[in-house]
């Protein structure tokens, strides 16, 4: 059975360029994972198909199931290529508090 890695990145951008670039950022950062022989966990890939992001209740809703996912996981992959955002921040502080390993890309 292989290992389950959460992918950390930013979501939220300036524009739309910014936007595409850390999308594409975060299916690298999934992929790589995969390739090592992870499952991968990306929240922010599929909860925006169904939550609004612009709409903070749903974000919050959002935000707070995905924090509950890092528990499934065997490590927390953070890609810090384009920052770190306040919910990057929040995901790696809960991961630190249960004991879930980091690795920086």
């Known amino acids: ?35 090592e022989g992870y499952d991968v966990i990306v929240p922010h890939l599929y909860y925006p198909q169904f939550l609004d992001d612009k709409v903070e209740s749903e974000r919050n809703t959002g935000m707070a199931s995905a924090i509950n996912l890092i528990l499934k996981c065997d490590i927390l992959i953070m890609g810090l290529h384009h920052g770190m955002s306040d919910g990057m921040r929040a995901e790696i502080e ?10 920086r890309v």
């Open 94 to 103: 809960f991961a630190k508090e249960n004991n879930i390993p980091l690795k």
């Open 1 to 35: 059975m292989n290992k389950t890695a959460y992918i950390c990145s930013p979501y939220r951008a300036d524009d739309d360029d910014q936007f595409q670039a850390q999308i594409e950022y975060t299916k690298h950062l999934a992929k790589m994972a995969v390739m």
